[in-house]
């Protein structure tokens, strides 16, 4: 099919599913949602967002271990509580994740205990939620405001419950209780408009804002909460609250604010899984630039000059802004590739040029192989990618081939291209770090070091030509953030897949007796940055490897090999009698289940409190040495060379 | 659904599409206290369902004060 053939196809229908829906309904009539909830996620992927509530409404009935027995679907527990009425949040939260392939297991708190459920401590044998939603809304400040009231009594107000709510917050952290969500308050007209003096009402807007700011900084406070800002979700144009089922329910945020929050929280939660996307694919005609590339050749494509040429242009600068923090972008095109490199090349409106995308995919393949072939070039999941196009043939076929991509469908109007990507956070991630700034640089540089591959006879030639240098070390204060990172985003080599957040590794760091150490590495090609990390724990004669998590950028290369080595030697000169690894499977990282025993270590069982987790051990007698085409240089830290 | 709320049967299916309630028709006039997956949680949604259903606002706490799922039908269609 051509091109012109397609767009007119496209032309008649929507992406989105209107009788999605009615397809799960007629699932749930019969009785069978549990059993094929698998069909769930692809139903959601295409439902219009204003259905995904009621849909909500329906997942949120099915118990969950039933629907376990059924799908392998992973269960993310999350404990809802705020200052009102926060049930309402279930419903679209569960569709929302669902979405995502997540089943929750909600904890609903009781009306107002927010305050207490922060700081209490966690109950002996309790297990301890994934995160913690606190719902806050304008009752948070004007519960404690009688009438009649000036600014002034909004302001001490808003400034005590701040402050109680620092406190909180903070005894919830110390306590390591988990992620924290937040949220920003919105300021409702019924409040600004019953003072009828414009200075006062001006006043009130900036004492709210600072109530705001104050719930903001404390996620600058603290690494571990996020502070969801509710403004830009109103400035949509979801309506704040519903004066109803505020006075009646007590229910203080409107059902279309919390669908519109629960998208946002369920992005906090992919990233706390390590789910965050990392690569986005897009298409050239269409979504880059209007025309048709074949037709109207390289310099006549619709780009920079007149009203839609702009708009393509502005896209093409939201494109930019997320590639310069670390979002691959590859191109999948259906054109000759000649014209597109000289199009990226010379067209005099492009603001994305050739050395922005790690790849440039322009052949007549169907583009679900292309995507594969980008994912398997880039060494990624397909579960990371995004893919960008205005055929809906292209998007119906990618999501029919490929159900792990996300699709988003642009359509002919490009000023609403940034909206529609945007609508869902799918790089949402924790904190930038510098191998974010640079990833980009460094998988370009990975493409040179696959030609120098290709030109050279053997692999072992490659390896040794490399000129490989790896440093094992503790990271410095700037650098726990990327061992964070790791954690949280690597999926395939993380051998006891435990994802952990910044304060969490600070406070391995602390521990005596353990050792957390970054893997660095380098060659003549360039620098690799921080690539992985170890977990150690001296445990009296033995040292145990807790987690070890390595980038797949670095994969087969020796690193891992080296790393182990340098483990081992530093337990037999330190006195210890064994080492001992675990291997917790997943379903992403079973390449690599039997990487100890690779590397001489025997298995002796599983853990106990684990079933699944294969334990293995290193008696130290004979240690292989490292790879001898890298140089690795290693330090441990201040536990250095103490023997036991 | 093409008509609004005709009669109970269709109310029932509402609450069943809508809600993910199984009420039978013989469950109408039972108390509400009988079904424990009934809440206000669920009461606060079907004021938003039926309201964008019949186009009119529908008098809450009428609503939050019924007992059976038949007094609610009531209210909802203005009787």
């Known amino acids: ?644 | 659904m093409t008509t609004a709320l005709a009669d109970t049967e269709e109310f029932r299916i509402l609450l069943e599409d809508e809600l993910g309630l199984d009420i039978r028709a013989e469950d109408l006039d039972r108390p509400l206290d009988d079904f424990p997956e009934w809440d206000s949680v669920l009461l606060l949604r079907l004021v938003t369902v039926v309201e964008s259903l019949v186009g009119r606002r529908i008098p809450v706490v009428d609503l939050l004060e019924t007992r059976t799922f038949r007094q609610m039908y009531e209210v909802v269609v203005g009787r």
């Not at chain 1, 295409?46 to 949120?60: N, S």
């Not at chain 1, 909460?225 to 830009?232: E, F, K, S």
């Not at chain 1, 990172?485 to 395939?492: D, I, K, V």
């Not at chain 1, 790393?563 to 499977?585: H, I, K, N, W």
């Open chain 1, 1 to 644: 099919m051509n091109e012109t053939e397609n767009r007119s196809r496209d032309a008649l229908g929507t992406w989105h599913d209107p009788q999605a829906l009615a397809t799960l309904r007629a699932l749930h009539r019969s009785g069978a949602l549990a059993v094929q909830y698998a069909r769930v996620q692809a139903l959601l992927a295409r439902m219009p967002a204003t259905d995904l509530p009621a849909a909500g409404q329906l997942l949120a009935r099915l118990d969950p271990k039933e629907v376990c027995r059924h799908a392998d679907v992973p269960v993310v527990t999350v404990a809802v509580t705020g200052h009102s009425t926060v049930a309402p949040l279930v419903a679209p939260l569960t569709a929302e994740l669902a979405r995502h392939g997540l089943l929750l297991e909600a904890k609903v708190a009781p009306y107002g205990s927010y305050l207490q459920d922060l700081m209490r401590p966690a109950a002996v044998g309790e297990d301890q939620p994934q995160l913690t939603l606190c719902l806050l809304d304008a009752h948070t400040v004007f519960d404690d405001v009688t009438v009649p009231w000036r600014v002034e009594d909004v302001e001490a107000a808003a400034r005590a419950r701040l402050s109680l709510l620092a406190g909180a917050v903070r005894t919830h952290q110390e306590a390591e209780r988990g992620l924290l969500v937040l949220n920003t308050v919105p300021l409702h007209r019924r409040y600004t408009q019953q003072l009828i003096d414009l200075r006062s009402r001006a006043r009130l807007g900036a004492v709210w804002r600072e109530f705001n700011r104050g719930l903001l900084a404390l996620a600058e406070q603290h690494p571990g909460v996020v502070t969801v800002d509710l403004d830009p979700l109103v400035a949509e144009g979801v309506p704040a609250c519903d004066p109803r089922t505020a006075q009646y329910a007590r229910a203080r945020l409107s059902d279309a604010l919390l669908a519109a929050y629960a998208r946002e929280a369920a992005h906090v939660v992919r990233a706390r899984l390590g789910r965050t996307r990392k690569c986005l694919v897009l298409d050239l005609d269409g979504t880059l630039w209007g025309g048709v590339l074949g037709e109207n050749g390289p310099g006549g494509v619709e780009l920079g000059s007149g009203l839609r040429g702009e708009a393509f242009q502005e896209f093409q600068r939201v494109l930019g802004q997320l590639g310069a923090q670390g979002v691959l972008l590859a191109v999948s095109s259906k054109n000759d590739t000649d014209a597109v490199q000289e199009a990226l090349r010379t067209h005099p409106a492009m603001v994305l040029r050739a050395e922005d995308f790690v790849r440039v995919n322009a052949n007549w393949k169907a583009k679900h192989d292309n995507l594969r072939d980008i994912a398997d070039r880039l060494g990624l999941g397909l579960d990371s990618f995004v893919f960008v196009d205005d055929s809906l043939f292209e998007c119906g076929l990618v999501a029919e081939q490929l159900p792990e991509v996300a699709v988003v469908r642009v359509d002919e109007e490009p000023a609403l291209h940034p909206a529609a990507l945007l609508a869902d956070g799918w790089f949402d991630l924790f904190e930038l770090t510098e191998a974010d700034l640079e990833r980009a640089g460094r998988y370009r540089t990975e493409a040179l070091r696959q030609e120098f591959r290709e030109d050279i006879g053997s692999y072992q030639d490659y390896l040794e030509g490399l000129g490989l240098e790896v440093v094992l070390r503790p990271p410095d204060d700037a650098e726990i953030g990327r061992v964070s990172q790791l954690t949280l985003r690597t999926n395939q080599f993380h051998l006891a897949t435990e994802r952990l957040q910044i304060p969490q590794v600070s406070a391995r760091m602390e521990r005596p007796g353990q050792y957390v150490l970054a893997v660095r590495a380098r060659d003549r090609f360039g620098d690799h940055g921080l690539v992985g990390a170890l977990f150690l724990r001296r445990d009296a004669e033995i040292l145990r490897i807790d987690n070890f998590v390595l980038s797949c950028r670095v994969f087969s290369r020796g690193i891992e090999s080296a790393c182990v080595s340098a483990v081992l030697e530093f337990a037999r000169d330190t006195g210890a009698r064994a080492v001992t690894g675990r291997y917790q499977p997943t379903p992403r990282n079973t390449a690599f289940a039997s990487f100890y025993a690779e590397h001489g270590f025997a298995v002796t069982g599983t853990d106990p409190d684990d079933p699944d987790t294969v334990v293995f051990r290193h008696a130290l007698g004979d240690i292989a040495p490292a790879p001898a085409h890298l140089r690795l240089q290693a330090a441990f830290g201040p536990f250095d060379g103490v023997p036991v």
